[in-house]
């Protein structure tokens, strides 16, 4: 969602304009570590003592920052009697790297040095108007739209404030800790509004988290007690509650206070939670959700916001054979099952072993499971017409998982109106043109390491760091392979870490070792290989016969034998049917020589694995 902010501050509208004229887009973030961007390349800030000059000016963007206060920062013991030639060196330096054009964004005024910087320039700007305007839409009683501006705010907070910087000076101390309070009390705000809406399952899936860091913090106990209670968990509720008590009057001798109090009666008076507005009274049809669900937060989060509203196109999640698509779109079906009152169902598109399903078997397995009761004609389009019909103004979710192409979605997908779909698919689907797509990546490293511990046991993981790190890496850091290599270590209990880890990262060995009660990821892959075009697989076959798995455009067209425009096509072609992840880059370069030597592709590890042991079958049986 992008966002015009119609406010400025003195000097923003004068600095901003001119920057826009000179093509420039400034963005500092400081909601984690301290990094700024033009265009989205990155600045570069200098060495320490700069960097923490501009820190403490973020403090207090587009207001003066002392020259004592800078030089306490920087020199918190013992300044030399150069100091403030060098603060002026530092800012110098750095009004030429943020503000080229001399601008005015950064200058010496009375009280100090100032740093003009508008909402959409500055991430802690931005979470502030954002909460501002939740702020303002709970006054209009507009609950939804309120959790909805306060949701993009917390967002935004990628780590610790400042958090390579911090612990260097007092004065980035105290603005980290303002900084927390501010963010808990706007997720104390997303809490009550999302509550309000009757979605108690987003507060429930993270406020234990919050009430972690601020156990004595009573508006944010009132909103767990309250979530708890409102999905069923009533006996969680009452432990908070007494937790809540107890802390309270073991730490500050009191007893908890309104609201608390009231939370938890609503937990004594009603023994069945109360069903929100909307819940689920039609068929739920669901795989049950992964208890160890991990990671995923900012994914989900979109989603739910695409699905939770009025309509719309359907909901794509794309990405690579055992990403986590289908547990993500199961997770979040669950979470929204209250708002599709006349049921929630999924079904799978394609067989474990690849093979597309029928498109009528599909659709007579959602007509059952829905209680359609009208006959479907037989021809594609005509039953269609009579499924989007019986759809018409029912409130229904329509999990599709591993969709093939679009055209196997036709017959299914709802019209516009109150019914949704939730797709899933490994390519991104680019005739499916009206769809919102959300692209799946591998987890975080610290994402992966905790799956693997909550599987194989957290202590066993701690015990080897090391080697628990390799595992994960030897698994792309996809969650299925992660989870089968957890299930087979809790099978070789006397196994260490470490010797595990030499099978996975041993390319004869590591697709045997990734298996787990007859399913393993090259029973994952194999579907994937036996669905992709011929064309698909010979330029895989080309590139798995490389040395290792990173390679360059002109690597690429000398292995496939043509010339780089076609190779390029053929690289384009296996990243739309996800194989390939898109080399990282921000942007297309000219297709200089240069320019191509330097975009790198990647194949994942395992695909190269699988491709190479499909070469290596062919050329035995011939």
Not at 42 to 53: E, I, Y
Not at 168 to 176: G, P
Not at 222 to 236: M, S, W
Not at 337 to 352: F, I, S
């Amino acid at each position: 969602m992008t966002d015009t902010f119609a406010e400025t501050r003195p000097g923003e509208a004068e600095s901003g304009a001119a920057g826009e004229r000179a093509g420039a887009r400034l963005r500092i973030d400081l909601l984690g570590p301290l990094r700024a961007t033009r265009d989205g390349l990155p600045l570069p800030l200098g060495p320490l003592k700069q960097r923490l000059v501009l820190a403490v000016l973020l403090t207090r963007p587009n207001a003066p920052v002392s020259l004592e206060e800078l030089t306490d920062a920087v020199w918190p013991d013992d300044p030399p009697r150069t100091a403030r030639k060098n603060l002026q060196v530092y800012v110098s330096t750095l009004r030429r790297v943020l503000d080229p054009g001399d601008l005015g964004r950064l200058h010496h005024g009375p009280g100090g040095y100032v740093l003009h910087l508008g909402a959409d320039e500055c991430d802690s700007l931005r979470f502030e108007e954002l909460a501002r305007r939740g702020d303002a839409e709970v006054r209009a009683g507009a609950p939804s739209r309120a959790a909805r501006f306060y949701r993009q705010a917390l967002d935004l907070w990628r780590h610790e404030p400042f958090s390579d910087l911090a612990g260097r000076a007092d004065v980035l101390r105290a603005a980290v800790a303002r900084r927390h309070v501010r963010r808990l009390a706007v997720y104390e705000a997303w809490a009550e509004a999302q509550l309000e809406t009757g979605d108690a399952a987003a507060v429930a899936d993270t406020v234990d988290e919050m009430v972690a860091r601020h156990p004595l913090r009573e508006r944010l106990r009132a909103a767990q007690i309250t979530a708890l209670h409102r999905v069923g968990r009533r006996t969680e509720a009452l432990a908070a509650y007494d937790d809540c008590r107890q802390q309270l009057s073991r730490e500050l001798g009191l007893e908890p206070g309104t609201a608390v109090r009231g939370a938890y009666r609503a937990v004594l008076a009603d023994a069945a939670p109360p069903r929100p507005s909307g819940a689920a009274a039609g068929p739920r049809l669901l795989p049950p959700g992964l208890a160890d669900f991990t990671g995923r937060a900012r994914e989900a989060e979109a989603v739910a916001a695409r699905l939770g509203g009025e309509g719309g196109p359907p909901v794509l999640l794309t990405g690579p054979a055992g990403v986590g698509k289908t547990a993500l779109a199961v997770h979040v079906a669950h979470r929204l099952a209250a708002h599709y009152p006349d049921g929630v169902v999924a079904t799978r598109l394609c067989a474990e072993d690849g093979s597309v399903r029928p498109w009528a078997s599909v659709l007579a397995e959602l007509a059952r499971a829905l209680g359609c009761t009208e006959r479907l004609p037989a021809g594609r389009e005509e039953a269609a017409t009579a499924w989007r019909s019986w759809l018409s103004g029912r409130r229904i979710l329509l999990v599709l998982d591993d969709a093939p192409d679009a055209a196997a979605l036709g017959p299914l997908l709802p019209p516009s109106g109150p019914t949704a779909a939730l797709v899933t698919s490994r390519s991104r689907l680019p005739g499916l043109e009206a769809a919102h797509r959300t692209e799946l990546p591998p987890l975080s490293p610290d994402e992966a390491l905790g799956l693997l511990g909550g599987i194989i046991g957290r202590t066993r993981a701690a015990a080897e760091p090391a080697a628990a790190a390799r595992i994960v890496a030897a698994t792309g850091l996809l969650p299925f392979a992660l989870r089968a290599a957890g299930n087979r270590l809790c099978v070789l209990r006397h196994m260490p870490l470490g010797q595990y880890a030499d099978r996975l990262e041993h390319p004869a060995e590591a697709l045997d070792e990734l298996a787990s009660g007859g399913v393993g990821v090259r029973t994952r892959l194999a579907g994937t290989w036996a669905r992709l075009p011929l064309p698909a697989r010979d330029t895989l076959d080309a590139l798995a016969a490389l040395p290792g798995p990173a390679f360059s455009l002109p690597t690429a067209a000398r292995a496939l034998g043509v010339e780089g425009r076609a190779a390029q096509r053929a690289l384009e072609n296996l990243i739309d049917v996800g194989v390939l992840p898109p080399p990282p880059c921000p942007e297309v370069t000219a297709h200089t020589e240069a320019a191509e030597e330097c975009v790198r592709y990647e194949l994942p590890w395992l695909t190269l694995l699988f491709a190479r042991e499909q070469a290596s079958a062919r050329d035995t049986r011939c």
